[in-house]
Structures are given as structure tokens and as C-alpha cells.
Antibody, heavy 118, light 110 residues
Framework: QVQLVQSGAEVKKPGASVKVSCKAS????????VHWVRQAPGQRLEWMGW????????KYSQKFQGRLTITGDTSATTAYMELSSLIFEDTAVYYC???????????WGQGTLVTVSS | QSALTQPASVSGSPGQSITISCTGA?????????VSWYQQHPGKAPKLMIY???NRPSGVSNRFSGSKSGNTASLTISGLQAEDEADYYC??????????FGTGTKVTAL
């Protein structure tokens, strides 16, 4: 069965970077895009960006341009999301999700809580 | 890209039907048949309920249905049940090859 398993919770100081992993299994990794979505406490879902893991192409939300890097390791069937220059408002649960062919997310990771605190 | 607009809350009695709207623009909801809906229970990851405006994934109850008119998409829950209490989000593909979620709607079964 399809599974996306994310790395554990992180606590970071302002100005630091965080890298979250998303290990995929149960399907051909290079056939689907991987998206990253975050949700601040009590807030809505927010799309961050995606990677076409087959060719490495990426697309980022303008909001995160310059701070966000999404990568993929096809040998490890793992996608990564790295967010730099963290601020308090980056405290959120970060989700990876499999992007199906017609622009929707059919499987989600369990979420990773990133807390930015001094 | 601004969030798609949803009502903050919708409620109904068990057994009733409710509809959640999702309003965007011609550059997102109105321009593509790529609107999806997600159900999220507290502390859980979102779950896909509707994709491509009207399609229901296998395993999702047929009490859930989707539609679209112009720049507004809608999710209807028929025969509302207590287990349907959750937050619901719409999502659309956009003209800039990005994606945008809605503001979210809290559904309550009275």
C-alpha cells in the first residue's frame, strides 16, 4: 500500500534552517510529484511547492521563494523540504503529499511539527 | 496567490444536507476542472474526498458530491452524520502552475 512517512518533530531557533524528509513506498516513486503543504496552529492549509521527482523540476509558492528548497532522492525514494531563515511564524505542521496526475493529493504523510522558538 | 474563499462554518442536523462553497477566480477555480476537497479531523492529516470537481475516490461515501459553476465550486454532504464533523478545505490548480487552498470550513452536526 502507498505510504508516505515523514521525519520527526523539530525545534529550531529563529534564523536557522530545517530539513524534513518524506519516505515513499508502495508505488513507483518517479511517476508522481511530491508536494509540501503546511498548517500553522489553528490555521488553514497552505501550499508551499512541489517537485517532479522524475526529472527534479520544482515549483515554489512565491511566498517562499528564496527560502524553500525541495529535493528528491530517487534511490532512497525520499523527498526533502528545507526551509531557511526561519521565523516564529514558520511554526507549523508540515505535510508531504503525493500529487496525482490531475492536480490533487491522494496520499499524505503524517505531518511533521516544526517549532521555531528562541 | 490569495486563498480561495470558504464560509468559516456550516452546520446542519443529522440526516440533513449541507453545502460548502469555494469561491476563486477565472485563473484558478473558474479556469480549470482541477478542484479537490479534503476532510481534516483534529490532529490528523487531510483526506481526499473529491477530485477533478466531481470525482469521488474509492472508499469515500457517496454522500459526498462536488460541483462547480463559474468561479465557485461546491461540496455537498447528504445525510449528514456525526462522523462528518471536521474541517473541509477546497484546493485548486492555478494558471501559474501553482496550487491554492481555501480558507477552510468547520462542519458541525447539531
Amino acid at each position: 500500500q502507498v505510504q508516505l512517512v515523514q521525519s520527526g518533530a523539530e525545534v529550531k531557533k529563529p534564523g536557522a534552517s530545517v530539513k524534513v524528509s518524506c519516505k515513499a513506498s508502495g508505488y513507483t516513486f518517479t511517476t508522481y510529484n511530491v508536494h509540501w503543504v503546511r498548517q500553522a496552529p489553528g490555521q488553514r492549509l497552505e501550499w508551499m511547492g512541489w517537485i517532479s521527482v522524475g526529472n527534479g523540476n520544482t515549483k515554489y509558492s512565491q511566498k517562499f521563494q528564496g527560502r524553500l528548497t525541495i529535493t528528491g532522492d530517487t534511490s532512497a525514494t525520499t523527498a526533502y523540504m528545507e526551509l531557511s531563515s526561519l521565523i516564529f511564524e514558520d511554526t507549523a505542521v508540515y505535510y508531504c503529499a503525493r500529487g496525482a496526475i490531475t492536480a490533487h493529493y491522494d496520499y499524505w504523510g503524517q505531518g511533521t511539527l516544526v517549532t521555531v522558538s528562541s | 496567490q490569495s486563498a480561495l474563499t470558504q464560509p468559516a462554518s456550516v452546520s446542519g442536523s443529522p440526516g440533513q444536507s449541507i453545502t460548502i462553497s469555494c469561491t476563486g477566480a477565472s485563473s484558478d477555480v473558474g479556469g480549470y476542472n482541477y478542484v479537490s476537497w479534503y476532510q481534516q479531523h483534529p490532529g490528523k492529516a487531510p483526506k481526499l474526498m473529491i477530485y477533478d470537481v466531481t470525482n469521488r475516490p474509492s472508499g469515500v461515501s457517496n454522500r459526498f458530491s462536488g460541483s462547480k459553476s463559474g468561479n465557485t465550486a461546491s461540496l455537498t454532504i447528504s445525510g449528514l452524520q456525526a462522523e462528518d464533523e471536521a474541517d473541509y478545505y477546497c484546493c485548486s490548480y492555478t494558471s501559474s502552475t501553482a496550487y491554492v487552498f481555501g480558507t477552510g470550513t468547520k462542519v458541525t452536526a447539531l
